[in-house]
């Protein structure tokens, strides 16, 4: 059975950082595709951030330049770090593993089978 946690939200001033920590346990994490996606309140979820198997690293128009995604095989967690944080950025953040998903289709969230259940960000101006 595969587990997805996420850690590190919390309340943090514009211009602040965060990093975010995604642990994922059950299978093998090297074969799993990892993505962040957010949700603000009133919005739809949306996609965020990737690493992919081969680390190879995706984002969305938002976190470019501000956000770096990473992971440690060794300890099976991938890390969102998010800097030049903005009250726009205030969601809930979400992280979705895969170890069956096609590349091309990251920014698909019906492609991930493994959610967590989300972390707490909030940027206050």
């Known amino acids: 059975q595969v587990h997805v946690v996420e850690s590190g939200g919390g309340l943090v001033l514009a211009g602040g950082s965060l990093r975010l920590s995604c642990t994922v346990s059950g299978g093998t994490f090297s074969r799993y595709v990892v993505s962040w996606f957010r949700q603000a309140p009133g919005k739809a979820r949306e996609f965020v951030s990737c690493?992919?198997?081969?680390?190879?690293?995706y984002y969305s128009d938002s976190a470019k330049q501000r956000f770096t995604i990473s992971r440690d095989n060794g300890k099976n967690v991938v890390f969102l770090q998010m800097n030049s944080l903005e009250p726009e950025d205030t969601a809930v953040y979400y992280c979705?593993?895969?170890?069956?998903?096609?590349?091309?289709?990251?920014?698909?969230?019906?492609?991930?089978?493994?959610w967590g259940q989300g972390t707490q960000v909030t940027v206050s101006s």
């Open positions: 690493i992919n198997r081969g680390r190879s690293v």
């Open positions: 979705a593993a895969s170890s069956t998903i096609i590349v091309s289709q990251y920014m698909n969230q019906l492609q991930y089978g493994h």
